[in-house]
Nanobody, 113 residues
Framework: QVQLAESGGGLVQAGGSLRLSCAGSGSILRFNAMRWYRQAPGKQRELVAVITPGGNTNYADSVKGRFAISRDNAVNTVYLQMNSLKPEDTGVYYC???????WGQGTQVTVSS
């Protein structure tokens, strides 16, 4: 059983930055792609960023150039650095072990205008 725990969310003004963390139990994370999703109120969950075991990354068009996903396999943690935040980035952010139905509890990000 893999457990994921997100942290780092909060309230920030537009233009600000946050760094989210996703800590996983066990070493399985280092062998799998990891994804960050977000879900805004009343909307479907959407994929924000992906990182492969080798460190290749991919982003939703809406966050390209502003967000950066990274991983530290030594501590089984994936990060999401979010810069130039916009009100439309508001939502609950979740990490996911790609190809598996393992999710954290989510961390709330609120960006005020």
């Amino acid at each position: 059983q893999v457990q994921l725990a997100e942290s780092g969310g909060g309230l920030v003004q537009a233009g600000g930055s946050l760094r989210l963390s996703c800590a996983g139990s066990g070493s399985i994370l280092r062998f799998n792609a990891m994804r960050w999703y977000r879900q805004a109120p009343g909307k479907q969950r959407e994929l924000v960023a992906v990182i492969t075991p080798g460190g290749n990354t991919n982003y939703a068009d809406s966050v390209k150039g502003r967000f950066a996903i990274s991983r530290d396999n030594a501590v089984n943690t994936v990060y999401l650095q979010m810069n130039s935040l916009k009100p439309e980035d508001t939502g609950v952010y979740y990490c996911n072990l790609a190809g598996h139905d393992y999710w954290g509890q989510g961390t709330q990000v609120t960006v005020s205008s």
